[in-house]
């Protein structure tokens, strides 16, 4: 009974603590106004529970623009170029494709949320990057998909569109750590909270 009652313990410690996670964030579609008359538009990481652990002073802030303008205190806000998902390989998982641009708050004028049925994705510390080369192949089923433990808390998918390699091949140029010259095979690393 005793272990029983550690348990729930321990559960409902974990879910506590996934509240407020400071390694997990959300996408959000926006634009952005630059001092230059410049428009981008682009994916930014967010979560508002990073506000609570902040040294800012958010009181009497009420649009988005300034309220992550204080957060980032001038510094660089990272843009992601375009961020979709990959259901048939991998169901509610954000990857970035392509250019990820940094933009230095000084010289930004508003931010604007905007729609995108690609906002509100969620992950924890990093999120997924490929090349379009690399998504042209993820838009089709790879032959197969080989998991393993990735760094930290996190699961590494490596999905394989070559003919040339079999699951145990692959399998063991993985474990030996021979993965960089890999033809047609594609790492997506998947961090948890």
């Known amino acids: 009974m005793r272990i029983v009652k550690i348990l729930i313990l321990l559960l409902t410690l974990q879910n506590t603590a996934k ?73 509610s998982v954000p990857i970035s494709i392509g250019d990820v641009k940094l933009i230095n708050m000084e010289n930004v004028i508003n931010l604007t949320k905007l729609e995108s049925k690609f906002n509100n994705l969620q992950g924890a510390i990093f999120i997924p990057q490929i090349t379009e080369q690399q998504e042209k192949l993820m838009l089709t089923k790879p032959i197969f998909i080989y998991k393993t433990f990735g760094e930290g808390l996190s699961d590494a998918y490596y999905l394989n569109y070559n003919p040339r390699y079999n699951e145990e091949d692959l399998k063991k140029m993985i474990e030996s750590g021979r993965t960089e010259n890999l033809v047609k095979v594609i790492k997506i690393e998947v961090h948890y909270d």
Not at 54 to 63: A, E, I, P, R
Not at 77 to 85: D, E, N, P, S
């Open 19 to 91: 509240a407020d996670c400071l390694a997990c964030w959300e996408t959000q579609f926006i634009q952005i106004e630059q001092n230059n008359g410049s428009i981008e538009k682009g994916y930014m990481l967010w979560n508002k529970v990073w506000l609570s652990e902040s040294k800012g002073n958010y009181v009497g802030l009420t649009s988005f623009c300034d309220t992550i303008a204080e957060f980032l205190n001038n510094n660089d806000l990272k843009i992601y170029k375009k961020i979709r998902t990959f259901d048939h390989i991998l169901p």
